[in-house]
């Protein structure tokens, strides 16, 4: 079965880089976008990140643009997450997902409750403080 695992997720002071991973297993990862979301306590899950399979085309939540940096090693069937100047409010669990769809970043990874997202990873906790 497609599985998606996340790792890398831990204690960091504010401006600090956390390096998230996300391992896929029993699919191909070439043929399909990828996106990461992040939900922090009490709060909703939200949309942080996505990649095009193909031209690798990146996009971001307004709250991480400049800070963060996604990317792909298809030959190693990962995605990554590069988090740089890290702020309190970043402190969420981190999620790996795709839509197991088009090759580009669909609106299932913008639009809330995110139903068109078909397989999601367990998360990685990313815990910014002082």
């Known amino acids: 079965q497609v599985q998606l695992v996340e790792s890398g997720g831990g204690l960091v002071q504010p401006g600090g880089s956390l390096i998230l991973s996300c391992a896929a297993s029993?699919?191909?990862?070439?043929?399909?976008?990828i996106g990461w979301f992040r939900q922090a306590p009490g709060k909703e899950r939200e949309w942080v990140s996505c990649?095009?399979?193909?031209?690798?085309?990146?996009y971001y939540s307004d709250s991480v643009k400049g800070r963060f940096t996604i990317s792909r090693d298809d030959a190693e069937n990962m995605a990554y997450l590069q988090m740089n100047s890290l702020k309190p409010e970043d402190t969420a669990v981190y999620y790996c997902a795709t839509d197991w769809g088009p090759r580009d970043c669909s609106r299932s990874y913008y639009d809330p409750p995110y139903n068109g997202i078909n397989y999601w990873g367990k998360g990685t906790q990313v815990t910014v403080s002082s």
């Open positions: 990649i095009s399979s193909g031209d690798g085309s990146t």
């Open positions: 029993n699919f191909h990862l070439d043929y399909y976008a």
